[in-house]
């Protein structure tokens, strides 16, 4: 498995109320973001992005809600 290249932060994001899915896309790449999808599954979204909490607790490497 090909490791990924840098850690990433909040400050490599746009951030509003939320951010937007397309920003978390272009700046995770398509592999991580397909991980960070499957993390989110069953995660409280807005349409247009995520909580801001819920991408720092991603990139924090908290653990995702199972239920």
């Known amino acids: 498995m090909k490791k990924l290249k840098k850690e990433l932060t909040m400050d490599d994001f746009y951030i ?4 937007p899915w397309d920003n978390i896309e272009e ?20 349409k ?6 819920d991408l720092e607790r991603y990139l924090r490497g908290c653990p995702d809600f199972q239920f």
Not at 48 to 53: I, T
């Open 16 to 19: 509003k109320e939320y951010v």
């Open 27 to 46: 700046v995770m790449g398509k592999r991580r973001y397909k991980k960070f999808l499957k993390w989110m599954f069953g995660q409280t979204t807005y």
């Open 48 to 53: 247009e992005g995520v909580y801001v909490y």
